[in-house]
Protein backbone atom coordinates (compact mmCIF):
# COMPACT_ATOMS: atom_id res chain seq x y z
CA UNK A 1 0.00 0.00 0.00
CA UNK A 2 2.73 2.31 0.64
CA UNK A 3 4.05 1.97 -2.49
CA UNK A 4 0.51 2.37 -4.26
CA UNK A 5 0.09 5.40 -2.00
CA UNK A 6 3.24 6.42 -3.49
CA UNK A 7 2.17 6.10 -7.75
CA UNK A 8 -1.24 8.01 -6.70
CA UNK A 9 1.19 10.84 -5.17
CA UNK A 10 3.20 10.97 -8.26
CA UNK A 11 -0.17 10.58 -10.53
CA UNK A 12 -0.90 13.63 -8.79
CA UNK A 13 1.85 15.87 -8.66
CA UNK A 14 2.04 15.13 -13.05
CA UNK A 15 -1.43 16.14 -13.47
CA UNK A 16 -2.11 18.77 -10.73
CA UNK A 17 -5.04 16.48 -9.55
CA UNK A 18 -5.74 16.22 -5.55
CA UNK A 19 -6.92 13.14 -4.23
CA UNK A 20 -7.75 13.15 -0.72
CA UNK A 21 -7.34 10.29 1.35
CA UNK A 22 -7.65 9.15 4.96
CA UNK A 23 -6.01 6.09 6.28
CA UNK A 24 -8.45 3.33 8.17
CA UNK A 25 -7.62 0.28 9.54
CA UNK A 26 -9.45 -3.39 8.58
CA UNK A 27 -8.71 -7.00 8.73
CA UNK A 28 -5.97 -7.75 11.21
CA UNK A 29 -4.65 -4.65 12.32
CA UNK A 30 -7.94 -3.62 13.07
CA UNK A 31 -8.44 -6.89 15.34
CA UNK A 32 -5.55 -6.01 16.92
CA UNK A 33 -5.64 -1.97 17.87
CA UNK A 34 -9.61 -2.08 18.25
CA UNK A 35 -10.95 -5.88 18.81
CA UNK A 36 -12.68 -5.67 15.63
CA UNK A 37 -12.01 -6.58 12.12
CA UNK A 38 -14.49 -3.88 10.79
CA UNK A 39 -14.49 -0.98 13.06
CA UNK A 40 -17.38 1.62 12.74
CA UNK A 41 -15.36 4.15 11.99
CA UNK A 42 -13.59 2.74 9.13
CA UNK A 43 -17.29 1.25 7.81
CA UNK A 44 -18.16 5.43 8.25
CA UNK A 45 -15.37 6.57 6.05
CA UNK A 46 -15.49 4.47 3.24
CA UNK A 47 -19.10 5.51 3.04
CA UNK A 48 -18.15 9.04 3.19
CA UNK A 49 -15.57 8.35 0.27
CA UNK A 50 -15.64 7.92 -3.57
CA UNK A 51 -13.65 4.30 -3.65
CA UNK A 52 -11.75 2.55 -1.16
CA UNK A 53 -8.44 1.36 -1.75
CA UNK A 54 -7.83 -1.54 0.16
CA UNK A 55 -5.20 -3.91 1.17
CA UNK A 56 -4.97 -7.09 2.13
CA UNK A 57 -6.16 -8.85 5.11
CA UNK A 58 -5.94 -11.92 7.00
CA UNK A 59 -3.04 -14.52 8.43
CA UNK A 60 -2.24 -17.13 10.79
CA UNK A 61 -2.40 -14.73 14.33
CA UNK A 62 -5.98 -14.11 13.54
CA UNK A 63 -7.02 -17.64 12.03
CA UNK A 64 -7.92 -19.40 15.73
CA UNK A 65 -10.47 -16.69 15.94
CA UNK A 66 -14.81 -17.66 15.81
CA UNK A 67 -15.08 -17.57 11.77
CA UNK A 68 -17.33 -14.18 11.90
CA UNK A 69 -14.73 -11.96 13.78
CA UNK A 70 -11.44 -13.65 10.79
CA UNK A 71 -10.61 -10.75 8.23
CA UNK A 72 -12.20 -12.05 5.71
CA UNK A 73 -15.50 -13.01 7.33
CA UNK A 74 -15.67 -10.02 9.48
CA UNK A 75 -14.36 -7.84 7.22
CA UNK A 76 -13.55 -8.39 3.74
CA UNK A 77 -17.04 -9.63 2.92
CA UNK A 78 -19.23 -7.87 4.95
CA UNK A 79 -17.79 -4.92 2.87
CA UNK A 80 -18.81 -6.31 -0.37
CA UNK A 81 -21.66 -7.26 0.64
CA UNK A 82 -22.38 -3.41 2.40
CA UNK A 83 -21.46 -1.51 -0.68
CA UNK A 84 -23.12 -3.98 -3.44
CA UNK A 85 -20.05 -4.65 -4.93
CA UNK A 86 -21.19 -7.68 -7.37
CA UNK A 87 -18.66 -7.36 -10.17
CA UNK A 88 -15.50 -8.83 -9.46
CA UNK A 89 -13.35 -7.56 -12.56
CA UNK A 90 -9.73 -9.23 -12.53
CA UNK A 91 -7.78 -8.50 -15.44
CA UNK A 92 -4.90 -11.28 -15.78
CA UNK A 93 -2.25 -10.15 -18.03
CA UNK A 94 0.57 -11.99 -18.53
CA UNK A 95 3.10 -9.60 -19.80
CA UNK A 96 5.08 -10.93 -22.56
CA UNK A 97 8.92 -10.18 -20.68
CA UNK A 98 7.62 -12.18 -17.77
CA UNK A 99 6.73 -15.01 -19.37
CA UNK A 100 9.24 -16.99 -18.11
CA UNK A 101 7.86 -16.55 -15.02
CA UNK A 102 4.71 -18.32 -15.54
CA UNK A 103 4.64 -22.09 -14.37
CA UNK A 104 3.40 -23.11 -17.84
CA UNK A 105 4.92 -24.77 -21.15
CA UNK A 106 6.78 -21.84 -22.98
CA UNK A 107 5.03 -22.23 -25.97
CA UNK A 108 1.83 -21.87 -23.98
CA UNK A 109 1.89 -18.71 -22.71
CA UNK A 110 4.92 -16.89 -25.44
CA UNK A 111 3.67 -13.44 -26.42
CA UNK A 112 1.33 -13.28 -23.18
CA UNK A 113 -1.87 -13.44 -22.77
CA UNK A 114 -5.02 -11.17 -21.23
CA UNK A 115 -7.81 -12.38 -19.92
CA UNK A 116 -10.40 -10.31 -17.88
CA UNK A 117 -12.24 -12.88 -15.40
CA UNK A 118 -15.91 -11.32 -14.19
CA UNK A 119 -16.25 -13.52 -11.07
CA UNK A 120 -19.77 -12.52 -9.50
CA UNK A 121 -19.33 -11.07 -5.43
CA UNK A 122 -22.14 -11.01 -3.54
CA UNK A 123 -24.00 -14.51 -4.05
CA UNK A 124 -23.85 -18.23 -4.21
CA UNK A 125 -21.94 -20.19 -1.53
CA UNK A 126 -20.65 -16.98 0.33
CA UNK A 127 -23.09 -15.62 1.65
CA UNK A 128 -26.17 -17.61 0.76
CA UNK A 129 -28.50 -18.83 4.26
CA UNK A 130 -28.76 -21.12 5.86
CA UNK A 131 -25.04 -21.21 6.34
CA UNK A 132 -24.43 -23.29 10.07
CA UNK A 133 -22.02 -26.13 11.67
CA UNK A 134 -23.89 -27.77 13.70
CA UNK A 135 -24.25 -31.66 15.17
CA UNK A 136 -27.01 -33.29 13.07
CA UNK A 137 -27.99 -37.12 14.30
CA UNK A 138 -24.98 -37.26 16.14
CA UNK A 139 -22.36 -35.79 13.71
CA UNK A 140 -20.74 -32.47 12.99
CA UNK A 141 -22.33 -31.42 9.64
CA UNK A 142 -21.79 -28.11 7.50
CA UNK A 143 -24.24 -26.49 5.36
CA UNK A 144 -23.28 -23.52 2.62
CA UNK A 145 -26.20 -22.81 0.45
CA UNK A 146 -25.49 -21.95 -3.12
CA UNK A 147 -28.38 -19.76 -4.70
CA UNK A 148 -29.08 -17.14 -7.49
CA UNK A 149 -31.41 -15.58 -8.24
CA UNK A 150 -32.43 -14.57 -11.96
CA UNK A 151 -31.75 -10.90 -11.42
CA UNK A 152 -27.94 -11.43 -9.56
CA UNK A 153 -27.22 -13.26 -13.32
CA UNK A 154 -28.27 -10.68 -15.30
CA UNK A 155 -26.73 -8.01 -13.83
CA UNK A 156 -23.22 -9.40 -13.73
CA UNK A 157 -23.68 -11.12 -17.24
CA UNK A 158 -24.28 -7.23 -18.26
CA UNK A 159 -21.00 -6.15 -16.96
CA UNK A 160 -18.96 -9.07 -18.76
CA UNK A 161 -20.93 -8.64 -21.68
CA UNK A 162 -19.89 -4.96 -21.92
CA UNK A 163 -16.70 -5.84 -21.00
CA UNK A 164 -16.10 -8.13 -24.10
CA UNK A 165 -17.39 -5.34 -26.61
CA UNK A 166 -14.55 -3.54 -25.66
CA UNK A 167 -12.21 -5.94 -25.83
CA UNK A 168 -12.00 -9.13 -28.01
CA UNK A 169 -16.03 -10.31 -28.46
CA UNK A 170 -15.54 -13.38 -27.04
CA UNK A 171 -17.12 -14.08 -23.51
CA UNK A 172 -17.11 -17.57 -22.22
CA UNK A 173 -19.37 -18.18 -19.43
CA UNK A 174 -18.89 -21.12 -16.33
CA UNK A 175 -21.25 -23.15 -14.96
CA UNK A 176 -21.79 -26.57 -13.48
CA UNK A 177 -24.73 -27.49 -15.06
CA UNK A 178 -24.51 -30.76 -15.47
CA UNK A 179 -24.81 -31.13 -11.93
CA UNK A 180 -26.29 -28.18 -10.00
CA UNK A 181 -29.58 -26.41 -10.33
CA UNK A 182 -27.53 -22.53 -9.77
CA UNK A 183 -25.54 -23.87 -12.92
CA UNK A 184 -28.67 -24.65 -14.96
CA UNK A 185 -30.12 -21.21 -14.27
CA UNK A 186 -26.93 -19.88 -14.83
CA UNK A 187 -26.54 -20.67 -18.42
CA UNK A 188 -30.31 -20.34 -19.57
CA UNK A 189 -30.06 -16.13 -18.01
CA UNK A 190 -26.80 -15.98 -19.66
CA UNK A 191 -28.34 -16.80 -22.57
CA UNK A 192 -31.00 -14.51 -22.35
CA UNK A 193 -29.05 -11.57 -22.16
CA UNK A 194 -26.70 -12.92 -24.53
CA UNK A 195 -29.06 -11.58 -27.35
CA UNK A 196 -29.09 -8.05 -26.28
CA UNK A 197 -25.16 -8.36 -27.76
CA UNK A 198 -25.17 -10.08 -31.09
CA UNK A 199 -21.52 -9.19 -31.42
CA UNK A 200 -20.11 -11.22 -28.71
CA UNK A 201 -19.12 -14.65 -29.46
CA UNK A 202 -20.66 -16.47 -26.64
CA UNK A 203 -19.56 -20.06 -25.48
CA UNK A 204 -20.43 -21.76 -22.02
CA UNK A 205 -17.73 -24.75 -20.41
CA UNK A 206 -18.34 -26.28 -17.29
CA UNK A 207 -15.52 -25.18 -14.41
CA UNK A 208 -13.69 -28.01 -14.48
CA UNK A 209 -13.27 -28.10 -18.02
CA UNK A 210 -12.68 -24.53 -18.04
CA UNK A 211 -10.09 -24.90 -15.52
CA UNK A 212 -8.12 -27.28 -17.88
CA UNK A 213 -8.52 -25.26 -20.86
CA UNK A 214 -7.31 -22.04 -19.68
CA UNK A 215 -4.07 -23.80 -18.53
CA UNK A 216 -4.21 -25.85 -21.73
CA UNK A 217 -4.67 -22.76 -23.79
CA UNK A 218 -5.32 -19.45 -22.05
CA UNK A 219 -4.44 -17.16 -25.28
CA UNK A 220 -8.06 -18.61 -26.35
CA UNK A 221 -9.92 -16.73 -24.02
CA UNK A 222 -11.07 -13.15 -23.92
CA UNK A 223 -13.56 -12.28 -21.42
CA UNK A 224 -14.67 -15.19 -18.33
CA UNK A 225 -17.96 -14.99 -16.78
CA UNK A 226 -18.26 -17.14 -13.04
CA UNK A 227 -19.92 -17.08 -10.19
CA UNK A 228 -18.42 -16.06 -6.53
CA UNK A 229 -16.46 -19.46 -5.45
CA UNK A 230 -15.69 -20.74 -9.54
CA UNK A 231 -14.67 -16.92 -10.63
CA UNK A 232 -12.26 -17.43 -6.60
CA UNK A 233 -10.90 -20.29 -8.06
CA UNK A 234 -10.49 -19.77 -11.62
CA UNK A 235 -9.21 -15.91 -10.54
CA UNK A 236 -6.12 -17.43 -8.33
CA UNK A 237 -5.27 -20.45 -11.05
CA UNK A 238 -5.04 -17.73 -13.85
CA UNK A 239 -3.11 -14.86 -11.89
CA UNK A 240 -0.80 -17.65 -11.79
CA UNK A 241 -0.41 -18.96 -15.04
CA UNK A 242 0.08 -15.41 -15.84
CA UNK A 243 3.27 -15.39 -13.68
CA UNK A 244 2.48 -14.55 -10.24
CA UNK A 245 -0.51 -13.88 -7.63
CA UNK A 246 1.32 -10.30 -7.04
CA UNK A 247 0.84 -9.24 -10.44
CA UNK A 248 -3.27 -9.55 -10.35
CA UNK A 249 -5.16 -6.31 -9.46
CA UNK A 250 -9.27 -6.18 -8.95
CA UNK A 251 -12.11 -3.83 -9.00
CA UNK A 252 -15.02 -4.79 -7.28
CA UNK A 253 -17.91 -2.70 -8.36
CA UNK A 254 -21.89 -1.89 -7.76
CA UNK A 255 -24.21 -0.14 -9.63
CA UNK A 256 -23.04 2.85 -11.96
CA UNK A 257 -23.54 6.13 -11.30
CA UNK A 258 -25.11 8.40 -13.81
CA UNK A 259 -22.06 10.04 -14.54
CA UNK A 260 -20.82 6.72 -15.80
CA UNK A 261 -18.04 6.27 -13.03
CA UNK A 262 -18.70 3.25 -10.00
CA UNK A 263 -17.98 2.95 -6.25
CA UNK A 264 -15.55 0.75 -5.84
CA UNK A 265 -13.43 -1.18 -3.89
CA UNK A 266 -9.82 -1.87 -5.20
CA UNK A 267 -7.47 -4.38 -4.18
CA UNK A 268 -4.81 -7.27 -5.10
CA UNK A 269 -6.68 -10.43 -6.11
CA UNK A 270 -4.80 -12.91 -3.91
CA UNK A 271 -4.67 -12.21 -0.18
CA UNK A 272 -1.78 -11.67 2.50
CA UNK A 273 1.13 -13.72 1.68
CA UNK A 274 2.03 -14.50 5.48
CA UNK A 275 5.12 -16.22 4.62
CA UNK A 276 7.31 -13.03 3.31
CA UNK A 277 5.05 -10.44 5.63
CA UNK A 278 7.58 -7.59 6.81
CA UNK A 279 10.44 -8.41 5.08
CA UNK A 280 10.36 -5.66 2.19
CA UNK A 281 10.21 -8.02 -0.94
CA UNK A 282 6.37 -8.44 -1.61
CA UNK A 283 5.41 -7.62 -5.18
CA UNK A 284 3.34 -4.21 -5.56
CA UNK A 285 2.10 -4.34 -8.66
CA UNK A 286 -0.99 -5.84 -7.57
CA UNK A 287 -2.21 -2.98 -5.18
CA UNK A 288 -0.37 -0.52 -7.76
CA UNK A 289 -2.48 -1.82 -10.39
CA UNK A 290 -5.38 -1.61 -8.36
CA UNK A 291 -4.65 2.16 -7.98
CA UNK A 292 -5.27 2.47 -12.16
CA UNK A 293 -8.18 0.77 -11.38
CA UNK A 294 -9.48 2.82 -9.45
CA UNK A 295 -8.80 5.91 -11.39
CA UNK A 296 -9.86 4.00 -14.64
CA UNK A 297 -13.47 3.00 -12.56
CA UNK A 298 -14.20 5.50 -10.11
CA UNK A 299 -12.55 8.41 -11.37
CA UNK A 300 -13.26 8.39 -14.74
CA UNK A 301 -9.49 8.71 -15.51
CA UNK A 302 -8.72 6.90 -18.38
CA UNK A 303 -5.40 9.01 -19.37
CA UNK A 304 -4.13 8.58 -15.62
CA UNK A 305 -5.20 4.81 -15.03
CA UNK A 306 -3.17 3.97 -18.37
CA UNK A 307 -0.23 5.61 -17.55
CA UNK A 308 0.09 3.57 -14.32
CA UNK A 309 -0.03 0.54 -16.56
CA UNK A 310 2.48 1.96 -19.21
CA UNK A 311 4.72 2.65 -15.90
CA UNK A 312 4.33 -1.10 -14.65
CA UNK A 313 4.82 -2.55 -17.80
CA UNK A 314 8.53 -0.12 -18.60
CA UNK A 315 9.72 -0.69 -14.98
CA UNK A 316 8.88 -4.92 -16.09
CA UNK A 317 11.23 -4.25 -18.94
CA UNK A 318 13.85 -2.48 -17.36
CA UNK A 319 14.53 -5.37 -15.28
CA UNK A 320 13.53 -4.99 -12.47
CA UNK A 321 11.62 -8.45 -10.24
CA UNK A 322 11.08 -8.99 -6.89
CA UNK A 323 11.12 -12.62 -5.78
CA UNK A 324 7.92 -13.80 -6.85
CA UNK A 325 8.79 -13.02 -10.54
CA UNK A 326 12.78 -13.45 -10.53
CA UNK A 327 13.88 -16.67 -12.31
CA UNK A 328 17.52 -15.17 -12.76
CA UNK A 329 16.99 -14.51 -16.90
CA UNK A 330 19.91 -12.27 -18.05
CA UNK A 331 18.72 -8.19 -17.52
CA UNK A 332 17.01 -8.98 -15.00
CA UNK A 333 17.84 -7.93 -11.14
CA UNK A 334 15.99 -9.29 -8.16
CA UNK A 335 14.84 -5.83 -6.31
CA UNK A 336 12.46 -4.92 -3.04
CA UNK A 337 9.05 -3.97 -2.63
CA UNK A 338 10.47 -0.43 -2.18
CA UNK A 339 12.68 -0.21 -5.24
CA UNK A 340 10.06 -1.82 -7.31
CA UNK A 341 7.54 1.15 -6.36
CA UNK A 342 10.52 3.92 -7.02
CA UNK A 343 10.83 2.57 -10.45
CA UNK A 344 7.31 2.36 -10.79
CA UNK A 345 7.26 6.43 -9.96
CA UNK A 346 10.32 7.05 -12.06
CA UNK A 347 9.11 5.41 -14.94
CA UNK A 348 6.07 7.43 -14.47
C1 LIG B 1 -10.27 -13.19 -2.95
C2 LIG B 1 -9.93 -13.83 -1.63
C3 LIG B 1 -11.16 -13.76 -0.75
C4 LIG B 1 -12.29 -14.49 -1.44
C5 LIG B 1 -10.93 -14.30 0.68
C6 LIG B 1 -9.78 -13.62 1.35
C7 LIG B 1 -12.18 -14.23 1.51
O1 LIG B 1 -9.50 -15.14 -1.82
O2 LIG B 1 -10.58 -11.99 -2.96
O3 LIG B 1 -10.23 -13.89 -3.97
O4 LIG B 1 -12.40 -15.73 -1.31
O5 LIG B 1 -13.07 -13.84 -2.12
MN1 LIG C 1 -9.36 -15.77 -3.87
Redesign the pocket.
Known amino acids: MAEALKVLDRVSSKSGLQFEYSHELVGGAAIDAKGKALPEDTLRACEGSDAILFGSV ?1 GPKWEKLPPNEQP ?1 RGA ?2 PLRKHFGLFANLRPAVCHPALTHASPVRADIVEGGFDVLCVRELTGGLYFGQPKFRKEIDGEMTAVDTMIYKESEIERIAHVAFKAAQLRGKNLTSIDKANVLENGLLWRATVEKVAKGYPDVKLSHLYVDNAAMQLIKNPKGFDVVLAENLFG ?1 IL ?1 DEMAMIAGSLGMLASASLGKQRDDGSYFGLFEP ?1 G ?1 TAPDIAGKGIANPIAQILSVALMLRFSFGLEEEAAGIEAAVKKAIDSGSRTGDIFTGASGTRRVTTAEMGAGIVEAL
Open positions: GELLDSSG
